[in-house]
Nanobody, 115 residues
Framework: QVQLVESGGGLEQPGGSLRLSCAASGVDLRVVPLRWYRQAPGKEREWVAV???????NYANSVEGRFTISRDDAKNTVYLQMNSLKPEDTAVYYC?????????WGQGTQVTVSS
């Protein structure tokens, strides 16, 4: 059974840092691109970052230079290191991959950036 479990969200002040984790079971993350998305209240879900062995790491313009996506193959886990957080980064963050015609999502983790 394929499962993605996000963790690491919380409340952080502007300028602070958080690291999100996406732990996978039932799939080897080395063989699929793993993406992070986020959804702010009242807004559509937006893509944040992706990592895969062919194209490496890529980021949305809004997070380029502040966020870093990485993967620990031994733990089958992908991370999203978020630095220099801004209030506009407030959202529920989801990890995702697509295999064939099926998209798999985690349950999401809330990130709130506020003073």
């Amino acid at each position: 059974q394929v499962q993605l479990v996000e963790s690491g969200g919380g409340l952080e002040q502007p300028g602070g840092s958080l690291r999100l984790s996406c732990a996978a079971s039932g799939v080897d993350l080395r063989v699929v691109p793993l993406r992070w998305y986020r959804q702010a209240p009242g807004k559509e879900r937006e893509w944040v970052a992706v990592i895969d062995d062919f194209t490496g790491a890529n980021y949305a313009n809004s997070v380029e230079g502040r966020f870093t996506i990485s993967r620990d193959d031994a733990k089958n886990t992908v991370y999203l290191q978020m630095n220099s957080l801004k209030p506009e980064d407030t959202a529920v963050y989801y990890c995702n991959f697509v295999l064939g015609a099926t998209a798999y999502w985690g349950q999401g983790t809330q990130v709130t950036v506020s003073s």
